[in-house]
């Protein structure tokens, strides 16, 4: 069994409010589920443009996680293009 982690941070220069940053993270986990993997906002819950999101994928094989975690990584550039200023993926095995 291996566990992957992704950590994405995003900034969101559209946001004017809590409120506009939710519903931008709010599609975009509607859109990650279907890639099966957990997502979670975990850093910068009170900023207003940034956010930090975790996303989880549990396989059986390293490349198998690596890439349902990098297919949820270009979605989410899909749907907010240039958002994205860091990314950090980790296996666990």
Request: charged share 25%; glycine share 4%.
């Amino acid at each position: 069994m291996v566990v992957a982690l992704l950590s994405v941070e995003l900034f969101l220069p559209g946001a004017q409010s809590l409120k506009d940053k939710r519903m931008v993270l709010r599609r975009l986990k509607d859109r990650l589920a279907r890639f099966n993997v957990a997502v979670a906002e975990v850093e910068h819950q009170d900023l207003w443009q940034r956010a930090g999101l975790g996303i989880v994928t549990i396989s059986t094989t390293a490349a198998h996680a690596e890439q349902q975690l990098a297919a949820a990584a270009d979605e989410i550039e899909r749907l907010e293009p240039g958002a994205v200023t860091r990314t950090s993926l980790e296996v666990l095995t």
